[in-house]
Every structure is written in structure tokens, then in C-alpha cells.
């Protein structure tokens, strides 16, 4: 029946999404069917010697309306880009050997993913596992000898009654499924194969894996091996609580020919990301003291290699770190992080003093402006990362002896005849408290200053994220339908430190409320915004806060709200978060503090709601079920606001991740606000 309904539903938009567009459909703006020809690069792998770096070419494959992964090497220079592995197989994952004569890769051309080898003077490639599940975090031994990757191992759960025994030939109902899992389901994944994530070796010329941890516990990478290739270092909680207390992790010594377990680390809080040093000595790693607050920053510290003297680098620094590599040589660490917007690549010695190496990292989401980013090193020193522009998707740049350059071009054949949105930076005091605010407001093309323009808010997820500078096939859709677009960083967004980011502790949504509300005032007062035509979107954590925003102002002429939260409680107990949200997000569990559950729920206010309001959520999202989307629908039925429920059949959370989708909600957000909008006032 639900299939049905969503069919309907859907056809409804689809004739309500051809409705006429201020302004007319024009081919030097990015349309519709633009969206399949978008490429970036993700995962750039440097080769050791520094002069070549093999990296995962995202594009869409149209027929299948879905991602394609290929394999692409490029010089360092930027000569000879050139495909290792391309077609309609998706390959990922490229890991050069120790002296660089190979590349592992996991490839799923034999319709189940396995490791791959390929030799690189020759192109040869061999098939060297034969695993019934996926590999991940793979990792090459030093002597080049062996693979290194965690898998999941399944331990099904023996039913509690055995099924009735159905008569030759008859049709009988499926069994039944038994769960004895907290979180028994994942967004993405859908329903859980029961089972541990472990660890294992293979040989890298092919043959039998062996396993090497065991136990009712999950072992995660990224995996490290010793300068000696006897020991791995492996993140994992063995706790007894494992289940309850999923925010903690330790980090173990793995002994690779016994599979002995020597334990690292002991606090409360996780301790992840371990890495060798070059010379064994030390080891790096991330974690945080865990405060149960509603952000808590990952810092960056470093110990001996069997354990002792753990130490924060650099106290002082107030961000999160991400994916710590040490130099060549050993004397500083490289890692990740954003400040006010921006992903970074900087590099702290080991007695704390920090250096910026490369700015604009990122590029890799492309439906939205969130920071993202990764990158690699050589022996060399040389290093290779994903770069990105507010008017292009990520590429590969390198830098080599301190001079950086960008490698890689994907979207120059697509994007070098298009004319779009033009982004500046806009900051303001919010109304609350006078706290600075930062966000960026995106034109439309052929921007005209002294014109009236619509304005929709767009809100980040999260909420503990951040949106930065960088292209957004959405943002960019809206200012290309003669949108202008205001994003922003309110309160409770990550990049402006520990402090900004936990103003919403507890208190979430709230103040950031009055953040947002001042952007759009700021916006205004810029002389060619028009006032009568303001609109809102956000999803999942903006979802929360664009059903906050209706249900505290009427200022806007039509909302929408994408995949929300609406009453805490519920999304809480049927979330695939939910040991962490009730623990971390509220001071106790819904049934011992309902009033603070109620109080923070967006369907509390819903009886002041007369705003247009317009709900889209995937039908198999478990981050926050389409229940929550489908009780704010109701409430607004029946207190007679003009709504409609958006279903998307088959999607998760991340329900644009398919090309037709995120045309879709595009095409759906804007037609919705076409209904709506003043079209005497409208810039064309």
C-alpha cells in the first residue's frame, strides 16, 4: 500500500515539478540532466617516490542512475591521466606497495568484492582473495609480502523456535526474524547481518586469509603495521558494554603471527586512528576524554609504542583533527581540519608547533557545501589531496617542494561553458547575544545588484557540521532557478572550536534559531534581496531546525523539510543512533525526562504553524525514519496547513545520493517554492 501511495505522490510532483520556472530553463545554467555529467576525484594515492598518484574517478553511470568508481593515474605534474581501471565495474580503495611496483585495489568486476593486485610495469592484474564478504581499511605490509584488511565475520543468531514445517507444495509465510541487537539495522545498509568486524592477512601474490582477532567484538581500521611487520595496530571495543557505551574504543597491539591482543590505551573516551612512526618508536593516534557533551573535539596525541607516556601535541588547538600521517621523516604529524569553514592540511611538530600546508580541501559531497577532504603522503614529502572551488567539484592537487598545483581538470568540459552562481562571504551578530555568525550567500547568474531577488535559507545538517566555500550541485540548482542562497554556520557548527560548537548542548534547537533568522535579516539589508519572498530548506539537522523556524515565525512563504526530527522521543528509540543520541544529545533517556524530550521537539509548536510547508524523506532512512516526516505531515493536516509528504521509495538518509534523486529533491524544493512565490517581485 505504501508503495502505492508513494507512486501517486510522486506522480503528483512530477506534474507539479513541470510547472513553469522563474527564469526560463536556459542551457548555459546548469540544468537537470547536467548532474549525471559531474566527476570529482576522491582518495588520492601518492606513490612512494612522489611522482605519480593513482585516485578513485567518481562519475554517474545514467542508465544505472548510480555512482561509478574507476580507477585513474596521473604524473605528478599533471602529464599522462590516464585510466587503470574503468567501465562499468566500480573500483576503489588504490594502495601502492611498499617500493611502488603495485597497486592493491578492491574491485567487485567479479560480482563480489575482492583485493586485487596490479603491477604496474606490466598492467597484470590477479584476483588474490576469495572472500564472502567486503574488505576494507586495506593496508600493505612493509616488506610488501602481505594485505592487511578488517572484514565482517557473520555469527547468526540460532531462532528461537524452529519454523513450522511447511507440507510439500504449500506457500507458507516467511519465518520469522529474530533480533537480539540494539541497533539491529543501519542507515544505508538496511537490516544488519549479524556478525563482528575482524581483522586478517592475506598474501599479496594471492592465497588464503587468515583471520587474526576473535570475539563478540568489532575491530576497526585504519590498519598500521610495525616498521618490522609484526605487529598491527587495530582500533576496538572489548568492553562488556560494548553495545550500550558505542562512543568508546581503545587501541590494541595486534601480534600478527599469534594474533595476541596487547591493550594500549585505557580511558574513558575513544582512542582511534592509531599510526605507526617510520622508525616503530611512537605511535599517533586521536581521541577525547569523554564528557557526554553534545560535541566533543578530536585531538591529536602521540605515545610510545607499547603504550606509555600518551600526550596531547598542541592543548591549544580547539578542532577536530582527522586522518594523522606522519612525515617521512618522522618529526611532525600531517593531519586534517576546518577552521571557519574551510578544510585544511597542516602538519604539528612533536613539541607542538603547527604549520598550514594546503587550504580548499574538499569537494567530495556534491550535493551540499560540507567540508570534506582527504589526502596522502609520499616518502618523498610529496603530497596529493582532493581540492575543491566554490565553482568546481573536488580535483586532485599535489604539492611537491612547497609548490602547490592543481593535477587534474574533471569538470572543465562541463562546467568551463556554464554560467553559475557567484559566491561571497557574508557575516553578522546574531539578535541572541551578538556572537558572530559566518555564511555565504550564493547569486544567481547573470546577477543584477539593483534587482529584487527570492532568497531561500538552506541549513546544514548535523547539526555538528559545517558547510564552507565549496561547489554544491543543490545550491548551485537553486541559484540557477534565480534563487539567491544563503547558507550558514550558525551555533552548534563545527570549525569555530569547542565552545561554539557546544553552545547547543542540550539546548538544541534553540539559540541558533535566532543565528539563522539574523542571516536573513543581514541578507536583506544588502538591498536586492527581496523581503516578501523569503523561503527554507534543510535536512536532516536543517530539517530539525527549518520545522523549528515555522513554528516560530511566519515570515517565510513556504518551507521545506527534509528528513527531520520531529518528536525526539520516538526518532530516539527507532533511530539507528540510538545508543549515542539519548546518552550525549539529552541529560537522560525520553522516559525519565519527557518534558526536556517534548520541550526540543519541533511538534511542539506545531499549533503556531501557517507557513506552507512541504516534507521529503527516504522511505528507508534510519537515521530519522520517515515516521518522524510522516507525524509532522499529520499535524499539519489537521490543523488545515497547506502541506504535502514527499515519499522517496528505496532511500536512505542520504536519499539524493543517486543522480535522479538529487534531481528530484532539487526539482521538488524549487516547484514547491514556485507555488508559492510572489512572481510580480521576481528577478528574472
Known sequence: MFRRVAALVLASHAAFAAEPAAPPPDPARLQARDVFDLEHAVDPQISPHGRRVAYVRMSFDVRKDAPRANL??????????????????????????????????????GGSAQLHVR???????????????????????????????TMLVRAPLEPLAPPPQAPEGATWSPPVTTIDRLVFRADGSGFLERGFTHVFVAPADGGAARQLTSGDFD???????????????VAANRKADWEIDANESEIFALDVASGALTQLTDRDGPDFNPVFAP????????????????????????????????????????????????????????????????????????????????????GNDLGRPYTTGSFSVARSGALAFTASTPQRPADVAVVTGGARSSVTALN???????????????????????????GWLVTPPSFDATQKYPLILEIHGGPVTAYGPTFATEIQRYAAAGYVVLYANPRGSTSYGEAFANLIHHAYPGNDYEDLMSGVDAAVALGFVDPDNLFVTGGSGGGVLTAWIVGKTSRFRAAVVAKP???????????????????????????????????????????????????ITGEEDWRTPIGESEQYYAALKLRGVETLLVRVPEASHDFAARPSLLIAKTDNIVAWFERFRAKPEAAQ
Open 72 to 109: 585513474w593515474i596521473v604524473d605528478a605534474n599533471g602529464a599522462n591521466h590516464r585510466p587503470l581501471l574503468s567501465g562499468a565495474d566500480s573500483h576503489g580503495s588504490p594502495r601502492w606497495s611498499p617500493d611502488g611496483t603495485r597497486l592493491a585495489y578492491v574491485s567487485e568486476s
Open 119 to 149: 603491477w604496474l610495469d606490466t598492467g597484470d592484474t590477479a584476483v588474490v582473495t576469495d572472500l564472502v564478504e567486503s574488505p576494507a581499511d586495506l593496508a600493505w605490509s612493509p616488506d610488501g609480502h602481505w594485505l592487511a584488511f
Open 219 to 233: 575491530h576497526g581500521g585504519p590498519l598500521s603495521w610495525s616498521p618490522d611487520g609484526r605487529t598491527l595496530l
Open 279 to 362: 622508525d616503530g618508536k611512537r605511535i599517533a593516534y586521536l581521541g577525547y576524554d569523554d564528557r557526554l557533551q553534545f560535541h566533543q573535539a578530536t585531538r591529536l596525541y602521540v605515545m610510545d609504542a607499547n603504550g606509555a607516556n600518551g600526550r596531547e601535541l598542541n592543548a591549544r588547538f580547539d578542532e577536530d583533527v582527522f586522518d594523522p600521517r606522519w612525515s617521512p621523516d618522522g618529526r611532525s604529524i600531517l593531519f586534517m581540519h576546518d577552521a571557519r569553514g574551510i578544510r585544511k592540511l597542516s602538519s604539528v611538530t612533536l613539541d607542538g608547533r603547527m604549520r598550514e600546508i594546503a587550504s580548499g580541501l574538499g
Open 412 to 438: 572543465e568540459d562541463l562546467l568551463a561553458h556554464k554560467r553559475l552562481g557567484e559566491l561571497r562571504e557574508l557575516t553578522w551578530k546574531s539578535s541572541h547575544d551578538g556572537r558572530e555568525i559566518q
Open 565 to 615: 526530527v520531529i518528536n525526539w522521543s520516538s526518532m530516539v528509540l527507532t533511530s539507528d543512533g540510538a545508543p549515542f543520541f539519548y546518552r550525549y544529545w539529552f541529560s537522560k533517556p525520553p522516559w525519565e525526562a519527557p518534558d526536556e524530550y517534548w520541550r526540543r521537539s519541533p511538534l511542539s509548536l506545531v499549533g503556531n504553524v501557517t507557513t506552507p510547508t512541504m516534507l
